[in-house]
């Protein structure tokens, strides 16, 4: 059995920075970051293999950055030059997926979530 525990959610100004970690206990091949926006989808932004393969959602290329622990149990999002429309709940994910060049994997694909952190980000 897969548990997850994010942390490290806040508030902060248009600019700034967070760092999000997720707490991991089980055995998973990929682990991922998801959000979602009030009366929005959620949303993909970005996946981690355990080669240490990466993807990034479009709009958060070049800002945000995914990693993990060397004993893989926890799982991180460092989130630079935040803009509001990153405010979301963030969710961490995990499965027995293989992460690809083109798409993180849709949140249907995986069985294991975290309850969420919310970042809010204001102008």
């Known amino acids: 059995q897969v548990q997850l525990q994010e942390s490290g959610g806040g508030s902060v100004q248009s600019g700034g920075s967070l760092k999000l970690s997720c707490a991991a206990s089980?055995?998973?091949?990929?682990m991922a970051w998801f959000r979602q926006a009030p009366g929005k989808e959620r949303e993909g932004v970005a996946a981690i293999d355990s080669d240490g393969t990466t993807i990034y959602a479009d709009s958060v290329k070049g800002r945000f950055t995914i990693s993990q622990d060397n004993a893989r149990d926890t799982l991180y999002l460092q989130m630079n030059s935040l803009k509001p429309e990153d405010t979301a709940m963030y969710y961490c994910?995990?499965?027995?997926?293989?992460?690809?060049?083109?798409?993180?994997?849709?949140?249907?694909?995986?069985?294991?979530w975290g309850g969420g952190t919310q970042v809010t980000v204001s102008s």
């Open positions: 089980g055995d998973t091949r990929c």
């Open positions: 994910a995990a499965d027995w997926l293989v992460v690809g060049a083109t798409a993180i994997p849709p949140v249907a694909d995986f069985d294991y």
